[in-house]
């Protein structure tokens, strides 16, 4: 059995991540519900549950100015540009950065927390997140990072 290169891994769980987040984003737009408004809010027989007045902030980016949902689709979109990029992108430096790649999966796993249909984002995005960092620890670099290495500004 060979080892299992964390990276990959990892590349491929972003993938779905980011993927799924500019669906959840999209859905998100039409269909808004803040996802903890069930922390403290009210139950009432017409209408439901009601969140409460301190979570006044989290409606206004979510609910009433769907902000957190754009965020969302713009963060996957970079996402997905750079774990599956197009041949020319392949040959920058940001592509071959492993180190970019968590701190921008755990941005999308906080953006994402926040509203009803990005949860799985999140949690995919997080579970992406660390394992990057395993593969930090582990010392891993990716094949282009090895074939580009001392080419200098033509990498």
């Known amino acids: ?86 041949p020319v992108m392949k040959k920058l430096s940001i592509y071959r950065s492993i180190v970019l790649r968590p701190i921008l999966l755990l941005m999308l796993s906080l953006i994402t927390i926040l509203f009803y249909q990005g949860t799985n984002v999140a949690l995919y995005s997080f579970v992406a997140a660390m394992a990057y960092g395993r593969a930090l620890a582990l010392g891993e670099e990716m094949a282009e990072a090895k074939e580009n290495r001392g080419k200098g500004g033509r990498a």
């Open 1 to 86: 059995m060979g080892n299992l290169i964390w990276h990959e891994w990892a590349r491929l769980i972003s993938i779905t991540a980011a993927i799924y987040a500019v669906w959840a984003g999209y859905f998100g737009i039409f269909f808004r519900k803040f996802f903890f408004d069930f922390v403290g809010g009210t139950l009432r027989d017409p209408g439901g549950l009601q969140p409460p007045k301190s979570a006044a902030f989290f409606i206004a980016i979510i609910i009433k100015a769907p902000v957190l949902q754009i965020l969302s689709m713009v963060l996957g979109s970079v996402l997905l540009a750079l774990e599956w990029p197009l």
